[in-house]
Every structure is written in structure tokens, then in C-alpha cells.
């Protein structure tokens, strides 16, 4: 069974410093993964999705990483703003399956 | 276009009383997804389905939930009776199964609580 982790649970940091976000899981043979971030009270809000066969996808600050060796995704935000405060979460999906969820980060940017 | 729609989005009702949600996907999407939110912990999926049919409700008590879509557009999940542990957000998501990508859209969720 597919168990998807995510550390650290909480993290806070000063406006403007760059950051990294963990996300591991068990089974390597996945077929995607996708980052998400959830604002409080709201449903979740699709940032980036990774096909197994990719390396790494971009948006604008965000840049997320995927390694089905090591069973480890990281989701860099570079320039942080308060803006970008909310709990992210990555979800996993092995082929023809189901997406499973990791519990989260609880990111907070300090202005 | 319009993204996943959900209602209500906020629901608070007696304990052993029955509930309803429902959800309208983005137009197109043949996949729909019924999630469960526990705070602070990420979604459980309850149920998925392509266009009408249910591929996957292997985790849905199926004593007290049920769900359909009956068109396969737009769904509906009940609660019958409520229990004071079903209390948390339920969220409806959608994807183009057609898709090479699957990425999934969610809907803002509604927030049950159960006194």
C-alpha cells in the first residue's frame, strides 16, 4: 500500500527567503504526482503535476522535483511572499489507481 | 469556465439526521472524486467514478454512505444516519481521464459538523 509523507508538518520562514518542501512515499512506481496547497477553509488548488517520466515541472517561483529512486519529490518556492502561506500537500498516484494524499506542510511567511 | 462546483458549503445538523452534498464537475471531466478531510490531514478518497459508473468504492461505509451519478455529470453523496465522527469537509474533485495527465480539480468543499 502506497503511504505518502510529508516533512517537516510546519514550517516558517522570513519573507524572501527560498524554500524547499519535502514529500516521500513508498512505492517508486508511481505514475504522477501533483502539489497542491490549500488555503484555510477552501478546497485545494492544483499547483504542478509531474508525469513519472519527468524530471521536474515549473511555474512562475514554484519548482517541483521528482525522484522515483530515492521515493522523494521536493517542492521549491523560490522569493517567498506571505502571499504563498497556506498548507501544501502532494498526492500520489501509481498507474490506474488512486491518488494518495500526504498529511501536508503548514507553511507560514513572516512579513 | 467554471470550476468544480460544490453545495452547501457549510452544513451543521443533529446526530443520527441524514445529509446530503452535491457537486457539479468542470464541463467535460469524465472522472469524479469524493473525498473525506479530516483537519489536518490530507484527503481520503470515498468513491470514484467514470462518467456513471463506480469504479472504486471500496472505501465508502457502505452502512451509512451512498452516493450516484446518475448522468454522469454532476453527483451526489449521502449521509444516513449522520454520526458525530462524520464531522469534516467533503470534497469533490474532477479530472479528463482521457488525459495523459489526470490532474485533478477540486471543488471548495463542504464542511460538515455533526453535534
Known amino acids: 500500500k502506497q503511504e505518502v509523507t510529508q516533512i517537516p508538518a510546519a514550517l516558517s520562514v522570513p519573507e524572501g527567503e527560498n524554500l524547499v518542501l519535502n514529500c516521500s512515499f513508498t512505492?517508486?512506481?508511481?505514475?504522477?504526482l501533483q502539489w497542491f496547497r490549500q488555503d484555510p477553509g477552501k478546497g485545494l488548488t492544483s499547483l504542478l503535476l509531474i508525469q513519472s517520466s519527468q524530471r521536474e515541472q515549473t511555474s512562475g517561483r514554484l519548482n517541483a522535483s521528482l525522484d522515483k529512486s530515492s521515493g522523494r519529490s521536493t517542492l521549491y518556492i523560490a522569493a517567498s511572499q506571505p502571499g504563498d502561506s497556506a498548507t501544501y500537500l502532494c498526492a500520489v498516484r501509481l498507474e490506474g489507481q488512486n491518488f494518495v494524499f500526504g498529511p501536508g506542510t503548514r507553511l507560514s511567511v513572516l512579513p | 469556465e467554471a470550476g468544480v462546483v460544490q453545495s452547501p458549503r457549510y452544513k451543521i445538523i443533529e446526530k443520527k439526521q441524514p445529509v446530503a452534498f452535491w457537486c457539479n464537475p468542470i464541463?467535460?471531466?469524465?472522472?469524479l472524486y469524493w473525498y473525506l478531510q479530516n483537519l489536518g490531514q490530507g484527503p481520503e478518497l470515498l468513491i470514484r467514478y467514470e462518467n456513471e459508473e463506480a469504479v472504486d468504492d471500496s472505501q465508502l461505509p457502505k452502512d451509512r454512505f451512498s452516493a450516484e451519478r446518475l448522468k454522469g455529470v454532476d453527483s451526489t453523496l449521502k449521509i444516513q444516519p449522520a454520526e458525530l465522527g462524520d464531522s469534516a469537509v467533503y470534497l469533490c474533485a474532477s479530472s479528463y481521464r482521457r488525459s495523459s495527465y489526470n490532474e485533478q480539480f477540486f471543488g471548495p468543499g463542504t464542511r460538515l459538523t455533526v453535534l
Open positions: 512505492d517508486s512506481a508511481i505514475y504522477n
Open positions: 464541463s467535460g471531466h469524465n472522472t
